[in-house]
């Protein structure tokens, strides 16, 4: 999915008090080798409305602030020349975010190493195996399974917009007919509407790039239906491959939390 970037979805507006919150706190994992001054405890707790069986989902908090100049080093994790050359926001994310992605793989199969970057930007994980690395302010998430269960997993985490912000973005984000079904659902919810069709539709593209090795971009794929407890119903608009033609239609899920959403599309082997 063309990333429409961090600079789109930047800002955080207030949490959606009308729906679900995801509470629950596991007791700190000492999953790393060594955790950053910037990274806090990981956590196993699922945050999301069903849980899947067969995978492992590993989060933190992270504090750019709190970034070292050696954290790299010591939480044995490899910087990439574009990384090291980056602002300590994104070191601080891709550091979180490859911390969750090694403790996640070394869970599901007692070992595993962070995923590098690959030519096209997305994580090269091991053969057997399929995943999803998302982050944003101040939170980072993997997500791991292995291809005999699932074929593909994406997950996407976005700060939600502000009214204002989602009705500016909305025509970027939306195809008409999504704009149709927003216009005529709750004027309170288009914020959260907007929000999660880009987020869903990112989690779209990391799950199913690795296996049909073609780009699609927001007008290829239209959310269908949606509900408050965390369903989503998607289809595709265009063919990618013999197996996901147009009209192919995806069961995805998400949840909110502290101004933030996750989405994750799944799919099953």
Known sequence: MRRLGASLLAKAAPPFSTLPRLTGKMPAMNLAPTLPACCTALDSHWP???VLPDTVLISTQFDPAQLLADDFQRSAIVAPPSIQRSVAKRQAEFLA????????LQQLQGNGAAPAIGEDRAPV??????????????????????????????????????????????????????????????????????????SVKESLFKALYP???QRFYFEHAEVLEWTEAGAVR???????????????????????????LLSLVSIQA
């Open 48 to 50: 999301l409305p069903i």
């Open 97 to 104: 975010g490859r911390i969750c992605a090694r403790a996640a």
């Open 125 to 198: 994980w091991p053969a057997p195996i399929c995943g999803s690395i998302t982050h944003s302010s101040g939170r980072a998430a993997a997500i791991v399974a292995n291809k005999q269960h699932w074929r593909g997993l994406g997950m996407d985490l976005e700060n939600l917009l502000s009214d204002d912000r989602a009705a500016r973005l909305a025509g970027e984000i939306l195809t008409p007919a999504e704009m149709q079904r927003m216009a005529a659902g709750s004027k309170e919810l288009r914020a959260l509407w907007v929000t999660l069709t880009f």
């Open 211 to 213: 296996i049909v090795k």
């Open 234 to 260: 998607l289809r595709l608009l265009t063919d990618l491959s013999s197996e996901w033609r147009n009209g192919s239609e995806l069961e995805a899920q998400f949840g909110v939390q502290d101004g933030q």
